[in-house]
């Protein structure tokens, strides 16, 4: 295993318990054992908890960037980019291996100072991309006229609250829950 692939692994077994249990309830210790290794051998990685909770921030929008973002960004047609991010956006909070992204929903009072800022600016460039997106539906005449960060924060809102209620082994699949939240989300938005 590569120290690139070492490194993910530590990340994923990190995220995977800090969203079990919490960040300030995990410990190296369980961190390290998760991942295959001593104590000593974690630090070997990372140097405390929180550099863990920054990496696996950058790692989950790093995963957010290059599933849902970067693929959608040249759709022409701004509600067919909009249907595809929520498509792809559910998909990636739903998926058990996505921990990674859902730690950025669930932890993000935990950082501070520039760490936080820093974050937060990544973070505002898929506000910034829905609220053109809607702002563009809207000139075009493809939605009803809505004030643009009400229906991006709408579409936040019910993008990502979706890893606390969502239960792959329950009665909705994600391609279900997908094509529902779809039609439920943009049917609101048609014009009069």
């Known amino acids: 295993m590569s120290e690139t692939q070492r490194f993910r692994s530590i990340l994923e077994h990190a995220a995977k318990l800090i969203f ?19 104590k000593a051998g974690l630090y070997h990685h990372v140097k405390t908890k929180e550099s863990i909770l920054v990496a696996i921030n950058h790692y989950g929008l790093d ?7 970067n693929p959608v960004a040249n759709i022409e047609d701004p509600v067919e980019r909009l249907r595809e991010a929520m498509r792809r956006n559910v998909m990636l909070v739903t998926e058990d291996s996505s921990k990674e992204v859902t730690i950025i929903l669930h932890e993000h009072q935990t950082l501070h100072g520039e760490v936080q800022r820093e974050l937060n600016a990544r973070k505002k460039k898929y506000v910034t991309f829905l609220e053109s997106a809607f702002r563009e539906a809207i000139e075009r005449g ?12 709408s579409f936040l809102g019910t993008v990502l609250w979706t890893y606390k209620w969502f239960r792959p082994d329950g009665k909705l699949d994600t391609q279900s829950l997908t094509a529902g939240m779809i039609d439920l989300f943009f049917a609101g938005l048609l014009p009069r």
Do not use: C, W, Y
């Not at 079990?20 to 998760?34: H, L, V």
């Not at 995963?63 to 973002?69: D, Q, R, T, Y």
């Open 20 to 38: 079990q249990n919490g960040f300030e309830a995990t410990s190296m210790q369980q961190i390290a054992e998760a991942s295959g290794l001593t």
């Open 63 to 69: 995963l957010f960037e290059e599933k849902v973002l």
């Open 142 to 153: 493809q939605i009803r006229p809505i004030d643009p960060t009400i229906a991006t924060f």
